[in-house]
């Protein structure tokens, strides 16, 4: 079975919101590879906290996607106030002796749109409507990526990561079922301050 035969049977999606067929993306060669590690959204940290716990398997999960789709330029686009993420990515790379750069954004909204993140590393601009695919890239999140070193090993996707903040008594970060239940991930995280 291939690497885009092995994505599809575990249930990969992409992992950073759209839910776009991963397998799709794994099935085309391009030149860049391109991780979405600069999450933007406010609150959010899911991704530092992936980066920084499971960073040699993000770096895995990179180099099975860039061998099948052939990238020559492989990037992680991630802010540079991200410094502990930073430091395991680092060494991460530098224990798989991965081809694999960072490319370090400054803390602005949306540093980790899409469109900012190919424009910001290739220099090149999709097209009205189009995906990074049209410009011979490929764009994956981290969590994406942590689940394609997953799914080589057999191992489907049952789990997602989520942030938990806002009106919580403890933000935290957590890794749940798929269903998981909103009230009982706020529970994970203290419950809420806030009258029922």
Do not use: R
């Given at each position: ?7 599809k049977n575990a249930g990969v999606v ?183």
């Amino acid at each position: 079975m291939n690497l885009v035969e092995k994505i599809k049977n575990a249930g990969v999606v992409g992992a950073g919101g759209a839910g776009f067929p991963t397998h799709v993306k794994v099935g085309a060669e391009v030149e860049w590879l391109l991780v979405n590690a600069a999450e933007c959204e406010p609150l959010m940290h899911k991704d530092k906290e992936i980066m920084q716990n499971y960073a040699d398997t993000i770096v895995q999960g990179i180099q099975y996607v860039a061998d099948h789709t052939k990238a020559q330029k492989i990037v992680i686009g991630i802010k540079s106030k991200n410094t502990q993420a930073i430091k395991s990515l680092n060494a991460a790379i530098d224990k798989a002796k991965a081809a694999i750069t960072l490319h370090e954004f400054d803390d602005y909204y949306p540093a980790g749109d899409e469109y900012e993140i190919v424009a910001g590393i290739t220099g090149k601009l999709m097209p009205p409507g189009g995906i990074p695919l049209d410009i011979g890239a490929v764009v994956s999140n981290v969590e994406t990526l942590y689940n394609i070193a997953h799914a080589v090993d057999g191992k489907p996707v049952t789990n997602k990561f989520l942030t938990v903040a806002g009106a919580v008594k403890q933000p935290v970060t957590v890794y749940v079922p798929v269903g998981t239940i909103y009230e009982d991930v706020i529970e994970l995280a203290g419950g809420s301050p806030l009258p029922a």
